[in-house]
């Protein structure tokens, strides 16, 4: 099992880039599938990508596509959300996610990170 921490979130405008981080600690962290969601009140969760356990392979939701990307060092045992062009809507706790399946589905992951709050102005 690994336990995770984001960091990274903040307060930006219209436009501008965040980068968030996800450090994981415990066991074997290359073992895992790495996926980051979104969630604002009263939503439910929302997948935004997920990168496979060698980082050889990515994918993010249609509505971020072209803005965010996903990446990993797992020499670092941690994986980023490179977050340009933010939009409001993009404002959000985001959360970084382990699981054995590369999914979009949030109940294939095991563990969650705490989140981070990215906020959007316009």
């Known amino acids: 099992q690994v336990q995770l921490v984001e960091s990274g979130g903040g307060l930006v405008q219209t436009g501008g880039s965040l980068t968030l981080s996800c450090v994981a600690s415990?066991?074997?962290?290359?073992?895992?599938?790495m996926a980051w969601f979104r969630q604002t009140p009263g939503k439910e969760r929302e997948f935004v990508g997920v990168?496979?356990?060698?980082?050889?392979?990515?994918s993010v939701a249609g509505s971020v596509k072209g803005r965010f990307t996903a990446s990993r060092d797992n020499a670092k045992n941690t994986v980023y959300l490179q977050m340009n062009d933010l939009k409001p809507e993009d404002t959000a706790v985001y959360y970084c996610a382990a699981g054995g399946t590369f999914s979009s589905k949030d109940n294939d992951y095991t563990t969650w990170g705490q989140g981070t709050q990215v906020t959007v102005s316009s």
């Open positions: 415990g066991r074997a962290f290359d073992n895992y599938h």
């Open positions: 990168i496979t356990r060698s980082g050889g392979a990515t």
